[in-house]
């Protein structure tokens, strides 16, 4: 297998700064719920699509089509406010390490959208990984 896609639905969440909690001498951390839940949710439906891992140096093709809100008028496409782009695809990475990939160092290209979704088009992300 040389390529893998998925198509991810849900509201894209951005992956969020750890939380730290202190307990006695020690410090821990945890990701945020928000995150949390949405990382599962990536994982759930990749193991659900079967995907296979891929080894090697991979390329990342990802759509982000995040909700429109009703107050918008539809000649707008671009989704030019927060969550940041950054954070949005480092949350799809961090879920589908070791579903996908072994692990994120192996990205050496990356192509990243970010709109909003149209028409009857329901907030998803659209994931492609190629090797090399």
């Known amino acids: ?23 006695g001498k020690f410090v821990g951390t945890y990701d945020p719920p928000e995150s949390q839940n949405w990382k599962e949710s990536i994982r759930w439906q990749a193991v659900q699509q079967k995907v296979e891992i891929l080894e090697g140096a991979l390329i990342l093709h990802v759509w982000f089509w995040l909700q429109r809100p009703k107050s918008l008028p539809k000649k707008v496409y671009w ?32 192509t990243i959208y970010k709109r909003y979704a149209t028409g009857t088009g329901k907030p998803r992300v659209e994931i492609e990984i190629r090797k090399n």
């Open 79 to 110: 989704h030019i406010k927060k969550p940041d782009l950054d954070n949005l695809v480092k949350a799809v990475k961090d879920a589908l390490e070791g579903i996908c990939y072994k692990n994120d160092s192996q990205f050496v290209d990356e």
């Open 1 to 23: 297998m040389n390529s893998i896609k998925l198509v991810i639905y849900g509201n894209p969440r951005p992956q969020q700064r750890p939380r730290f909690v202190r307990r």
